[in-house]
């Protein structure tokens, strides 16, 4: 797996690594996620699901800040991820994201690490 985290420009604020072990895949992700991010995290974690790993793990616990934006990923994601049978887990949750779960709801097809 890639140690380096993949940021698109210096002025882009979200950057995500990645790593496959098996049939797992992990993504860290940090900065900013949200409507104007989202989508650019959201191509490379559909990538991902393309190669059929059975848990898709999300960690977002260095996300500083979250929208509805990132609730649309996690919507999306969690979606794609029942059609391929994937488990898409967030663990941990960093606070931002926590937040609006807590206020929303968790997405179907999203599980959650306790925090």
């Not at 989508?39 to 059975?54: D, Q």
Request: net charge negative; aromatic share 6%; with cysteine.
């Amino acid at each position: 797996g890639c140690e380096c985290m993949t940021t698109l420009s210096p002025a882009f604020p979200l950057a995500w690594s990645s790593e496959v072990v098996d049939t797992s895949a992990l993504v860290i992700v940090e900065g900013e996620l949200d409507r104007h991010t989202a989508p650019a995290l959201a191509g490379h974690l559909l990538w991902l699901l393309a190669a059929n790993p059975r848990q898709l793990v999300l960690d977002t616990f260095r996300v500083s800040f979250a929208d509805a934006g990132a609730l649309e990923l996690l919507h999306d994601i969690g979606a794609a991820g029942l059609e391929r049978g994937c488990t898409v887990q967030l663990a941990p949750a960093g606070d931002a994201l926590h937040r609006l779960v807590a206020i929303v709801g968790v997405p179907h097809g999203i599980t959650l690490e306790a925090w």
